[in-house]
């Protein structure tokens, strides 16, 4: 009787750093935690498989748009606590999915003095600039006071 020779494989679990630090990584370490295939991330965060593969291996960065879904499938922010006003204008922006352009465009001020601010470099003469500064001084406070940093 003739015989087969055959062999199966199967992929080794991927291994991931215990300190993830970029969001490729934070994500891959999530969803080996959950035993979740890429295509069933990419479903939870409304992308792709391929666009989970090419994040985890550092090929492509997510889209600001897609991190509120990432944030919430990680259920935690992968990004450093922000320290200082310019920081915490980007961490906003970032749970919230919004571009500098689409967040200067909501608050009337334009995106060059929005990216000043960001970068902690805005003047505060002017009157523009101090409403500015009083707007989001107090809009981050009220927003973060909510301890939506958990980590």
Known sequence: MPSCNFSLFVDKPKT?????????EHILKRRIELELRQKDVGKLIGVGNFTIMNWEK?????????????????????FPEPRTLGERIIAWRHRNGFSRKAL??????????????????????????VMLNNFLHKWLEDDLSMNLFIR
């Open 58 to 78: 550092g090929d492509a960065q997510p889209s600001i748009k897609h991190y509120p879904a990432i944030i919430s499938f990680l259920g935690y922010e992968p």
């Open 104 to 129: 200067a465009r909501q608050l009337g001020v334009d995106e060059a003095a929005l990216a000043r601010r960001e970068m902690d470099i805005a003047s505060t003469t002017g009157t523009a600039a």
């Open 16 to 24: 991931y750093t215990k300190h993830p630090k970029t969001i490729g």
